[in-house]
DNA sequence: TGTACATCAGTGAACGCGCGTTCACTGATGTAC
DNA sequence: TGTACATCAGTGAACGCGCGTTCACTGATGTAC
């Protein structure tokens, strides 16, 4: 039963059905290896709506970083400001990141083949690293909060441990790629807290009490 | 002045060069980037050479890697053996591998393509965790002389502390290779010199001086 | 030392394939009157 | 409410290209006598 759509309601759907499929496809296929005729096909489309709705293989990725990214962050953000101490606010964010990972263990790959990818073509690449840029941006506001919130300091600048803490996990999850049995989340959680910590200190104004 | 070579000499000659070629072309292009075509020209040959002695693509960048790890395991284990404290142990380790990421840059995203390819095909998988098993064993053998020696405990498996390390340096470079004036290679030292000693306590039997 | 045959490293061209992108076209939706 | 024209989301086929791999062949090296 065909329901009529005005224009750009039809639009809205298809563009996120082919969203819905891209994410599907490349999770499974990799950045190289998904094909556009799958992503549409998978849809339900052709190759052309793909094209309607997105400028190129690149941008159709660059949509679905978006999307996650904001996702992501407002769920990051959300954790952090409902936790009742730093120790829960830094363990509940450990946890779904290891969540994620468990969930969707090529999401990392796929995003480190977009990264190699983007590296090469210089368009690409800003547009890949500004996005980057506003995750740690938000992580290492997230940081700054917590640490106002709780009496401590950071070490180095927010934003690096927020890029050491991305860094350290997307390692990790290249290990598990290869060896599926390697780095198991749990014991993953302990190492990213221990990296956390390493960062922290009591603000000098504080006795010395964690 | 075509100096006259017996056939195995010519052959292992060929395959050195092809090989130095390969280098060159994979850390300038990636791996899928690099086409075999232009690795034997710029060896000097054609590509019916590449697979006179090598099966595949595969199994040539295999063969780059083995040549890689075996220096770098031995450089390393070199570096371990002549330190005089376990922080100057360390900091060498830290040292070389930032070196060699400030050296060649695209090294490690290099590798991290060429895994996710070999995710995909299971004997090239077999192959690349192979080497990477002998590269954590080594480091590990070396982690525990050094515990040894200077009278300290790993709080974790020695392997997963060369896990971490090694994961965290790759994740790293992956932030350089989208902005490369991110992570600053003496900053990055520090970090992993914190990182490390977060897996470091003295032996029990020692009265708690590090 | 010389000759006849065997081997095989490397050539060069062809094979086979898949992919991202483009484009003329279609038919349903939108607009003007 | 109805008609005539304009728009444009999505189709389907073709384009253009590069790549990894294969293979019949060649000529220098090796071997046997």
Do not use: C
Not at 14 to 41: C, P
Not at 88 to 114: G, K, S, V, Y
Request: proline share 4%.
């Amino acid at each position: 039963m065909a329901v009529r759509l005005t224009r750009p309601e039809r639009k809205a759907r298809t563009r996120a059905e082919i969203l819905d499929a891209a994410r599907a496809v490349f999770l499974r296929e990799g950045f190289h290896g998904a094909s556009l005729d799958e992503i549409a096909q998978e849809a339900g489309y052709t190759k052309g709506a793909v094209y309607s709705s997105f400028a190129s293989k690149g941008e159709l990725f660059l949509a679905l970083l978006d999307e996650r990214f904001e996702w992501r962050i407002a769920e990051s953000l959300q954790a952090a400001r409902v936790a009742p101490t730093l120790e829960a606010a830094m363990r509940a964010n450990a946890r779904m990141i290891m969540l994620t990972a468990q969930r969707e263990p090529t999401w990392d790959p796929l995003l480190i083949e977009f990264w190699t990818h983007a590296s090469r073509d210089s368009e690409l690449r800003a547009a890949a690293l500004a996005r980057h840029d506003r995750v740690l941006d938000a992580i290492a506001e997230m940081l700054v909060e917590l640490a106002e919130r709780f009496d401590v300091e950071w070490t180095v600048a927010p934003r690096e441990v927020a890029r050491a803490g991305g860094a350290f996990g997307r390692g990790m999850s290249l290990e598990r790629l290869l060896d599926p049995t390697a780095a198991p989340v749990a014991t993953f959680e302990e190492q990213f807290l221990t990296l956390l910590r390493t960062f922290l200190r009591p603000t000098s104004s504080n006795g010395g009490s964690p």
